[in-house]
């Protein structure tokens, strides 16, 4: 629920800005990595946009896919968990290049 009210707080104070009355569409992109379970934001959703600018807003999500790159071979490989080795080398030391995101894409507001 703490990040469906973040993210309602973002498009309240982007509307704002823009000097807008509502949300038409918001563009989310959520990594893989990110420690957001979709299916548990998209049951909280109606409650937390109820009586907001994103009431009525169509969403799409953008799925970021997890990418990293080991530290000790430099090999980069797709990541599903934090955990992941790597698969060359079977070593635990990495970067994440990707999967962490979770920003507000776009708004198109009204």
């Not at 937390?48 to 980069?76: I, M, P, S, W, Y």
């Amino acid at each position: 629920m703490s990040v469906a009210m973040g993210i309602v707080r973002i498009a309240e104070e982007e509307t704002a800005r823009a000097r807008a009355k509502q949300v038409e569409l918001i563009e989310l992109e959520i990594g893989d990595l990110a420690g957001i379970e979709l299916d548990s934001l998209e049951y909280v959703w109606g409650a937390a946009v109820k009586g907001t600018v994103l009431e009525n807003a169509k969403r799409k999500v953008h799925r970021v896919v997890g990418k990293g790159k080991c530290v000790d071979c430099g090999h980069e490989y797709p990541m599903v968990n934090h955990y992941d080795p790597c698969p060359e080398c079977q070593s635990f030391l990495k970067t994440i290049i990707s999967g962490k995101e979770l920003r507000v894409k776009a708004l198109e507001v009204r």
